[in-house]
């Protein structure tokens, strides 16, 4: 009978026993839990000071500088993250139990990516907001499968 994950009857179980006494022994585990809730702080600051913009067309840079920090918090998460599933799955990303969730955060990643691409190539002030409501709204979907995974412990 084949055994590959197309085929086999699919677990309740997001960690095998040795995984889940790695998650818990290492220190990357808190990394992702003290950056996940920063990032969706500064997201959703950031979400006001675009809206804002958008709205009103005050406070450009102030929005900018916002989107910049979120960005940053977004590379810092993926890095982090990828070394905690080497230490937790052996491998640094892509994990079967993880594999949607990261194949959704590279999506965000190059939207936030987009936007920065659009910020230094002096795109229209509105295109470059709209970008990144694009980028927050793949957040959001990424964040809200992260979420129902956590859930599944």
Same mark, same amino acid.
């Given at each position: 009978?084949?055994?590959d994950s197309l085929t086999a009857?699919?677990?309740?179980?997001l960690y095998?026993v040795?995984?889940?006494?790695?998650?818990?022994?290492?220190?990357?585990?808190?990394?992702?839990?003290?950056? &996940?809730p920063?990032?969706f $702080? /500064?997201?959703?600051i950031? !979400?006001a000071l675009v809206a804002r =913009?958008?709205i009103?067309?005050?406070?450009?840079?102030v929005?900018?500088?916002?989107?910049?920090?979120?960005?940053a918090?977004l590379?810092?998460?993926?890095?982090?993250? &990828?070394?905690?599933?080497? $230490? /937790?799955f052996?491998?640094y !990303?892509f994990?079967p139990?993880? =594999?949607?969730e990261d194949v959704?955060?590279f999506?965000?990643i190059a939207?936030h990516?987009?936007?920065?691409v659009?910020?230094?190539q002096h795109a229209p002030?509105?295109q470059?907001?709209?970008?990144?409501l694009a980028?927050?709204?793949a957040?959001v979907i990424?964040?809200?499968?992260?979420?129902?995974?956590?859930r599944?412990?």
């Amino acid at each position: 009978m084949p055994s590959d994950s197309l085929t086999a009857t699919p677990s309740r179980q997001l960690y095998s026993v040795d995984e889940r006494a790695r998650r818990d022994a290492t220190v990357w585990t808190l990394v992702q839990g003290i950056l &996940a809730p920063i990032q969706f $702080v /500064v997201f959703l600051i950031s !979400l006001a000071l675009v809206a804002r =913009f958008l709205i009103t067309g005050a406070g450009y840079d102030v929005a900018t500088y916002s989107i910049i920090i979120k960005t940053a918090i977004l590379l810092t998460i993926m890095v982090t993250g &990828a070394i905690w599933e080497k $230490v /937790v799955f052996g491998q640094y !990303l892509f994990a079967p139990a993880f =594999f949607w969730e990261d194949v959704v955060s590279f999506f965000v990643i190059a939207l936030h990516l987009a936007y920065v691409v659009a910020l230094l190539q002096h795109a229209p002030q509105v295109q470059q907001m709209w970008i990144a409501l694009a980028a927050y709204a793949a957040y959001v979907i990424n964040a809200a499968q992260f979420l129902h995974k956590l859930r599944q412990l």
